[in-house]
């Protein structure tokens, strides 16, 4: 049954290829995007895909937009919790404000379109919640306390929501990506993706985004509606949780 998805942070990387597998599912998609207007503008020309601009850390925004979303495409049913972002120091070194800005984003970020989506899911009896966490928020990782610490809540949050949403015909799971070979990747040395990022992936490859992508296709999908407060490892074998 085609339903109406929004994802956020979907128009660049992972976001883009589950915006764009949703789409080819019959969906009808929405992206929203914090900042980069030309690539979102892009995206949208390629895809059809209609793209809208806030800040999810922001709650307003979020009420703001998604009343507007709606308003235009439909009550969303289902919701990929994507948008992310970094700011990566050793603790030491680490601000009050590069903590607060990962945080809001990565963690927040999920409370504030949740809740503003919430109550429509519950009024009509189905909703799929899917929240893009990280093998990070399972293992931890050097210079990022901040981004462990929100990837980390973002499985606990799913746990918690799944239980109070089950009886009421919404799932919430989570998807934790590995190293996926997307722009950020390709900023990474040669030398150190071969001999350090490579051997700890036992599969001997970075993943695709659209293998991101079709976890999402089928948790979101109408055969998943026994699937709730689970959390999908997709890293090669990297971490075993």
């Known amino acids: 049954m085609a339903r109406t998805a929004l994802v956020t942070g979907g128009s660049r990387g992972i976001g883009a290829a589950i915006s764009k597998a949703l789409k080819a599912e019959g969906h009808t998609v929405v992206a929203t995007y914090a900042g980069n207007d030309e690539k979102a503008r892009a995206f949208t020309e390629e895809t059809g895909i209609a793209t809208y601009?806030?800040?999810?850390?922001?709650?307003?925004?979020?009420?703001?937009?998604?009343?507007?979303?709606?308003?235009?495409?439909?009550?969303?049913?289902?919701l990929v919790n994507n948008a992310g972002i970094t700011r990566d120091a050793p603790f030491h070194k680490m601000t009050p404000q590069q903590w607060r800005e990962?945080?809001?984003?990565?963690?927040?970020?999920?409370?504030?379109?949740?809740?503003?989506?919430?109550?429509?899911?519950?009024?009509?009896k189905f909703g799929r919640v899917v929240n893009i966490s990280s093998i990070n928020g399972q293992k931890g990782q050097f210079a990022q306390a901040n981004y462990a610490a929100a990837k980390a809540g973002d499985i606990g949050f799913t746990k918690a929501l799944a239980q109070e949403g089950a009886r009421g015909g919404i799932t919430v799971n989570a998807i934790c990506p590995g190293y996926i070979n997307t722009e950020m990747m390709s900023t990474i040395p040669e030398k150190v993706m071969n001999d350090v990022i490579l051997p700890q992936i036992p599969v001997g490859r970075l993943?695709?985004?659209?293998?991101?992508?079709?976890c999402v296709v089928?948790?979101?999908?109408?055969?998943?509606?026994?699937?709730?407060?689970?959390?999908?490892?997709?890293?090669?074998?990297?971490?075993?949780?």
């Not at 990565?106 to 899911?121: E, Q, R, S």
């Open 53 to 78: 601009k806030w800040d999810v850390g922001d709650y307003e925004a979020c009420k703001a937009g998604i009343a507007k979303v709606e308003e235009e495409h439909g009550p969303v049913d289902i």
């Open 102 to 124: 990962v945080i809001d984003t990565n963690l927040t970020g999920l409370f504030n379109m949740t809740h503003c989506v919430w109550p429509g899911l519950r009024a009509r």
């Open 207 to 214: 993943g695709e985004a659209e293998e991101i992508a079709r």
């Open 218 to 241: 089928f948790l979101a999908s109408e055969d998943a509606g026994f699937i709730t407060g689970s959390t999908l490892s997709a890293n090669g074998g990297q971490y075993l949780a």
